[in-house]
């Protein structure tokens, strides 16, 4: 069962996930530590938020990209240029 609603939360946590370990990376700055506080209950929700967010999107990726459905399209404008030379 695929729900608009849950893949959009997913989405979301998953990019201020990503962007949260980027700025941890780059600059050792913990944005959700720094937005929420630095309550470690609510941090650990949060991740735990987010890692469920990735796992959705891992198990419905093949399903939902334009790109890796079955039967996708994946025609590059590369290959479009050699089939008219």
Known sequence: ????GIHLVS???VIV????WGLVGLFQ????EAILGGVPG???IVYVLVGLGGVYLAATHTKDCRYCAPGANHSTSS???NQSV
């Open 1 to 4: 069962m695929h729900n608009k």
């Open 11 to 13: 989405f979301i946590l």
């Open 17 to 20: 996930g990503a962007l949260n």
């Open 29 to 32: 700055f913990n944005l959700v």
């Open 42 to 44: 609510l941090l650990r």
């Open 79 to 81: 290959s479009t240029m």
